[in-house]
């Protein structure tokens, strides 16, 4: 009887023994895995069914194709909101755009805000910001932006930056962390040739990377080179551009995935892919897919956008319904890096997607909203409620698994459902009212004040450039005294 006890106690001893040595290797384990490397790519103005992959009639993404068939492509993936410098606030905040102060185009990101490249900064990443910023405050057609500007990439945990103020074009004027520079070439290419010289700099230092490439294409004025445009011959002369910048925009895709493959760093990168709001409506063929509305609208057409997320050998490769948000990407990364929370302003809009990486994970559950102008929505799993005047307290009801296309309106036919979407929808508002106030913050209120927009040609830290660039031709019609009125009310 001793003996059988004695064995058995030395069986639980060595079931223990064995678990803690299990349990010190996968530690070991996990402190050796290097986080990964993190590139957010995001395009300007381009549309949801402008992809070769979602069968666009005559435009082919042969780059982002194969960028789609490797990672996870999503069929609902949500810009922050239906125009540009909202999004880019959702995307390094992880917060619906208005908390931010950032209500429209040109508005600017407040500096009490917590961003995802400092939060990484902090963690050892070196980071690097490449093309349009247009979180400022300054509207216009993209300037370099200045070193003395209070608000440039490099005050939200930026390393390093190549940046310029809004939407550029072929052979743009950039600033090199507030150094003025010239570039030659096609815009895409330009943005991306200045981040693989940052990855190729830094995937020796020890350190992990991480680079935002904003594009400026395929945003207007439309001007592409002869070749890309030639394709397109049967469209009108705007059309044929439109759809030129987004061929080489696609061939920089290329070129950047391509040198991550060389450099050995494809299985340790994340690499996301989005547009910043959903597509034109004076550019054909159309731009959304057969989505309803387009850019400034809360309808699909106007918020849901190509989205794409890529890491070989983590990702299971596929096409999912989930939906999904540019606000989901800082949360997202917070869970692969191992951030504490307290690196994100609360409240947050976006969910992690990480366990979306390996296989379906159900239904989303919580869902997100938009608030633009007087518009707002709020997108569930497979509702949608959205009004296009929120004082009017008239809500539509959309089922987007049935009916995409927003046809047929459900708020009387679901009562019950609109009405829940409904609270839901206040209780979000009144949550975005606390937060425009400046309640997140740990002085509860804003501090400074939010700025109003202004063009940057207005500014008095441009006027001694003014001479020299109203001959260039992207600054020529603003920089006329007699024009620069009209067309910057109507420029975005």
């Not at 690499?271 to 054909?284: A, E």
């Amino acid at each position: 009887m001793n003996l059988l006890k004695n064995i058995h106690l030395i069986c639980r001893l060595l079931v223990r023994v064995s678990a803690a040595v299990a349990l010190a290797a996968t530690a070991l384990v996990a402190a050796t895995v290097k986080p990964p490397h993190i590139i957010f790519v995001m395009a300007d103005d381009m549309g949801w069914g402008q992809t070769g992959y979602r069968g666009h009639p005559v435009l082919k993404t042969p780059h982002l194709d194969a960028m789609a068939a490797s990672g996870l492509r999503f069929e609902r993936f949500y810009a922050g909101g239906p125009v540009c410098s909202p999004t880019r606030a959702s995307v390094l905040t992880g917060r619906s755009h208005e908390r931010a102060g950032v209500l429209s185009h040109g508005y600017a990101l407040r500096l009490q805000e917590k961003t995802v490249a400092q939060a990484l900064q902090g963690a050892g990443y070196v980071t690097g910001h490449f093309g349009k910023w247009h979180l400022n405050g300054h509207r216009g057609p993209g300037a370099p932006i200045l070193a003395g500007d209070p608000r440039h990439p490099g005050k939200f945990g930026f390393d390093e930056w190549v940046s310029v103020s809004n939407f550029y074009d072929v052979d743009p004027l950039m600033s090199r962390a507030g150094k003025i520079e010239e570039f030659k070439g096609d815009s895409s290419e330009v943005a991306v040739a200045e981040a693989v010289k940052f990855i190729d700099k830094n995937r020796g230092g020890g350190k992990p990377m991480f680079a935002v490439i904003w594009y400026g294409s395929p945003h207007s004025p439309y001007k592409a080179g002869l070749a890309d445009k030639t394709a397109f011959g049967g469209l009108n002369e705007s059309s044929a551009n439109h759809y030129g910048e987004l061929v080489a925009m696609d061939r920089s895709i290329g070129t950047l995935r391509k040198k991550i493959r060389e450099f050995g760093l494809a299985e340790s990168t994340l690499l996301v892919f989005c547009s910043d709001n959903g597509g034109l409506p004076d550019v054909k063929p159309e731009t959304v897919g057969g989505l309803r509305g387009f850019k400034g609208s809360v309808y699909e057409g106007g918020i849901r956008v190509p989205g794409i997320i890529e890491w070989p050998g983590v990702i299971q490769p596929r096409v999912t319904d989930y939906p999904a948000c540019v606000m989901d990407l800082f949360p997202t990364v917070v869970e692969i890096v191992g951030l504490p929370s307290n690196v994100m302003i609360k409240p947050q809009d976006g969910i992690s997607l990480k366990p979306l990486f390996a296989r379906e994970v159900g239904p989303r559950g919580q869902p997100f909203g938009f608030r633009y102008q007087g518009k707002r929505a709020l997108v569930a799993d497979r509702y949608k409620l959205l009004t296009k005047d929120f004082a009017s307290g008239q809500f539509q009801l959309y089922d987007l698994v049935a009916d995409p296309k927003e046809t047929h309106d459900l708020s009387s036919e679901r009562a019950e459902i609109a009405e829940r979407m409904r609270k839901q929808l206040l209780d979000w508002n009144q949550s975005m009212d606390a937060s425009l106030a400046g309640r997140d913050y740990p002085e509860g209120k804003v501090s400074p004040a939010d700025p109003e927009p202004i063009n940057w040609y207005e500014h008095p830290s441009y006027q001694p450039y003014l001479a020299e660039w109203k001959l260039r031709w992207e600054y020529a019609s603003y920089l006329n005294t007699e024009r620069k009125g009209a067309k910057a009310a109507k420029k975005k």
